[in-house]
């Protein structure tokens, strides 16, 4: 099938899927979860083929050993797949509901109501546990999605996708079409040009994809590019809590896009040389004065910076900051409410590592990744961020001739939701 | 100055105006308000050039007499004007709103808080009350904003311009600098490619300059280009409410955005050729068979097709429509239903003109314009859709590694706003 012909179909399942009631796509996830259990032997024989073609690529240098390890389907990995999508049957439902309910005139009612966005275009790299993911996440808030697989899991990809299409196509009703798969560079170049059918492009892996997405679509892009966090020591921080917090940000996860990249101190800290000197010893190396402030590391590496004032940091963080997640690291409480006032990043934290900034961690249940965009949704991205709603009105022959001419006037009253 | 000086300014200014409080910014409304009156004479002063110079575009034909009309600004509009400023007083502060307030674990609280996007930039066509209304609207969304309106209006924009952001000026602690306007289509054309500095661009024109602007930036655009407006006339729909709503919705302003482009009956609707004729009569073109089924008229002229059943009115309106408005007419309640969730538009109506789709209509005191996007904010926008919103979290030492190696658990308490 052309990616045209895809789209258009995705497109049509989509308007059928965005009315289907709870019961209906919960019967999916059911039915889904179970069929990823009952197909287990297949699907960790279709991973050992991308396995052993993997590590012939690990050998000549084209995948890193973390691409590797990351590919790696195995047991435990499964369960936490099939247990994500039993969970999301017990979140509520994101669509239908009424966020605004108001009479604007005596027999006629406003509402705004939740609905989902339409197709989503979802690209990701090596990780297979994602389809699973977004494929329950799209179905439970009523999107079409369109999913683009890394290359080195193409055999654990298709049967993942293939179980929970046919799990879905099983249930009477569902509008299977609604999930779609495709495999060429080709068709995400295509993906990539249909902004009158993709509603929004959902690109989840590292800098160079999330800007090749950016700068080659006029479809809406949800995702961060870059993680570049800081962490500000305040001249009264706690040393303890301040080794801790750094350490906790820099080294339990160095890759994570939440992981801290500039640690700034300010000149008045009493303790600057033995957080130093801990921070060293826990493993991790200082850079006094990178060329570029604006990097990620994705290593066991920070910057480091000395500055004036608390002034000085936020406007260091809203210069060479990414607005993606800062912390300051302070006793003093006025200065943590001006930081989190004045930094412009999807999280801002006082007192807290950096790497808070998850779906899972905020209590979303699930998440599609974490956006800095301005618009439409910021930080850790879940069922809500992937709904928009619409407004109805209900009357009775009402005509706006009646108002602009005086004879009727609005009330604007609002109801119960 | 620079483009980039520009919008690097309203940058700086718009992380100051983040910070400001509902009472800094209802006294510059205020202030503004005041000034506007103190200084009518000038601003007419103004507007006569402007209309001078118009007069002339009119007789070579360069502009339209409907274009003429809209730029002159009398006592009415600019009373209109600044009552518009004063309401917005009244409305409540859409910036710093708690969202969610969630207890992730025994003393680490998440925030989800509003907060303004940013920078927007805004461009308009004749209308110079646009200037007032879009400045406000920034003003108390703690946005900064960049102005550029049409060419026609340039006295006029200036002085309103100028008036507006002295009466910011003269308010201690206001970053008037969060207020910028630019004159020609160079800056525009680089405002454009600024997307590290802007980070929403909102159209108000027609659909040529929309579709321009959407081709040319990578910044997300908040508009409509189109408003391809349908009205789908049931079998059981009341012949009285059908003329009634359509005449409103074809004639009360045909050149508005929501106003009805094509009916749509059903075979079976008994009175369909009484419904023709009083259309006919009431002024209305009817056009059986326009060769482009996505046509806006902005005339009283109107599409007219007949359909077997309510499925064939849904499909051809989420084919053909433009996601903006659109309406049906019956008496029973079930097909209403159906026809509001299963069409995809920002406004879904029953048994009402599509005419309502506006913000003061729908009670949100202002409106920056109409959104036919599927993120961030669709139908009317007021203040509520230039807001976004960051997440703080409030610890005391917290690390991910606790959580991660099974030390603490969360439990996701939320707590009242």
Tied chains: 1, 2.
């Excluded at 990995?77 to 605004?100: A, T």
């Excluded at 992981?259 to 700034?264: H, L």
């Excluded at 961020?385 to 109805?392: D, E, P």
Aim: proline share 3%; glycine share 6%; hydrophobic share 40%.
């Amino acid at each position: 099938m052309d990616f045209i012909d895809i789209a258009k179909t995705a497109k049509r399942a989509a308007l059928k899927l965005a009315d289907a009631d709870t019961e209906l796509k919960n019967k999916v996830l059911q039915n889904a979860a179970d069929k990823l259990e009952q197909n287990s032997k297949t699907i960790f024989e279709a991973n050992a083929k991308d396995l052993e073609a993997a590590k012939q690529l690990v050998e000549t240098g084209e995948i890193t050993p973390s691409i590797y390890k990351r590919l790696k389907l195995d047991e435990n990995k499964l369960r936490d797949m099939v247990q994500g999508l039993r969970d999301l049957i017990n979140l509520s439902d994101p669509v239908n509901k009424v966020l605004l309910r108001r009479q604007l005139d005596e027999g006629i009612v406003l509402e705004k109501v939740s609905c989902p966005i339409g197709v989503l275009g979802v690209i990701f790299e090596a990780r297979p546990d994602v389809i699973a993911q977004v494929s329950a996440l799209a179905i439970k808030s009523a999107n079409a999605v369109i999913l683009k697989g890394g290359k080195e899991a193409v055999n654990t990809n298709k049967i993942l996708f293939e179980v929970i299409k046919s799990a879905a196509a099983e249930v009477e009703g569902f509008p299977e079409e609604a999930l779609q798969q495709i495999f060429t560079r080709d068709d995400v170049a295509q993906m990539l040009k249909c902004d009158g059918l993709i509603d929004l492009i959902i690109p989840r892996g590292g800098n160079k994809l999330v800007q090749f997405i950016k700068n080659n679509t006029k479809i809406p892009v949800l995702g961060h590019a870059d993680g570049v966090c800081h962490i500000f020591v305040d001249e009264s921080a706690d040393l303890e809590k301040a080794v801790k917090i750094i350490v906790d940000a820099k080294t339990q996860y160095p890759s994570a896009c939440n992981s801290v990249e500039t640690v700034i101190v300010h000149k008045d800290f009493p303790y600057a040389s033995a957080l130093r000197d801990t921070l060293i010893d826990s493993g991790i190396d200082i850079v006094d004065t990178p060329r570029d402030w604006h990097h990620e590391y994705s290593d066991t590496v920070m910057s480091y910076l000395i500055v004036p004032d608390i002034d000085a940091a936020i406007k260091h963080i809203n210069t060479y900051g990414s607005g993606h997640t800062d912390a300051i690291i302070t006793e003093n409480k006025e200065n943590a409410d001006k930081f989190i006032r004045q930094v412009d990043s999807a999280g801002v934290y006082h007192n807290v590592s950096t790497r808070f900034a998850d779906g899972f961690r905020y209590g979303f249940g699930a998440e599609v990744g974490i956006s800095t965009n301005k618009t439409h949704a910021r930080g850790p991205v879940g069922l809500e961020g992937l709904t928009i709603y619409k407004y109805n009105i209900r009357g009775n022959g009402d005509i706006v001739r009646d108002y602009a001419d005086g004879t009727k006037i609005f009330h604007h009253k609002d109801l119960p939701l």
